[in-house]
């Protein structure tokens, strides 16, 4: 089955313990993205990567890190979590070329609370 | 840039009603839109979305939502509101090449 697979699904951590969210797709997608769901604010851009080896910033890419060393995988990285960094995140994928025309295929999510 | 404005964070309407779901997007060229939707508890799914082929674009579940420029807008409707369409659903925006840009989303409450 095609899918975007996150672990792990809940994580509550404390300030300042590093954590990484994992992401993986079957799909053979060359596009992968980051985003975090906040309340009234809709979902915002962390960073995405066009290939391998190849990531770039998002709109709030503070606080935040990416790697790219497989096609499939693209792990999510907090070096120092904040509890501003509580939210949703939702990792997707994208066959190539295009993000902005090409339709995106989102995992299930994973809700982060920093205490 | 793109920008989204997804009028109403929420909106409540009966089975059986018609349901509309407002999207106004910032653009001076004819862009990509999209609609997405979230289940409680689970990733966004597409919906539907316009590549300039349509104006009115049709997507899954009996929704459907029609482009039109000179509002700016890319409303999404049903003409039949089911309990199994509550949900979450997002207006997307974007230029060729570039990320999407999401509006801040509508929930939408189905009333038996």
């Known amino acids: 089955e095609a899918q975007v697979t996150q672990n792990p699904r809940y994580l509550i951590t404390v300030t300042g313990k590093k954590l990484t969210v994992t992401c993986s797709q079957n799909?053979?997608?060359?596009?992968m993205s980051w985003y975090r769901q906040d309340p009234g604010l809709g979902l915002r851009q962390i960073y995405y990567?066009?290939?391998?080896?190849?990531?770039d910033k998002g709109d709030v890419p503070e606080g935040y890190k990416v790697s790219r060393k497989e096609k499939r995988n693209f792990p999510l990285i907090l070096e120092s979590p904040s509890p501003n960094q509580t939210s949703l995140y939702f990792c997707?994928?994208?066959?190539?070329?295009?993000?902005?025309?090409?339709?995106?295929?989102f995992g299930p999510g994973t809700r982060l609370t920093v205490l | 840039a793109q920008s989204v404005t997804q009028l109403g964070s929420h909106v409540s309407v009966s089975e059986g009603a018609l349901v509309l779901l407002r999207c106004n997007y910032s653009?001076?060229?004819?862009?990509?839109l999209f609609w997405y939707v979230q289940y409680p508890n689970q990733g966004l799914q597409l919906l539907l979305k316009?590549?300039?082929?349509?104006?009115l674009v049709k997507g899954i579940n009996g929704f459907e939502a029609e482009f039109k420029k000179s509002e700016t807008s890319f409303h999404l409707t049903k003409p039949s509101a089911h309990m199994s369409d509550a949900a979450e659903y997002f207006c997307a925006v974007s230029d060729e090449g570039r990320a999407l840009t999401f509006g801040s989303g509508t929930r939408l409450q189905v009333q038996p």
């Open positions: 799909m053979n997608h060359e596009y």
């Open positions: 997707a994928s994208t066959l190539a070329g295009d993000p902005g025309a090409d339709t995106q295929y």
């Open positions: 653009s001076s060229v004819p862009p990509y």
């Open positions: 316009y590549t300039s082929a349509a104006t």
């Open positions: 990567s066009m290939n391998v080896e190849v990531t």
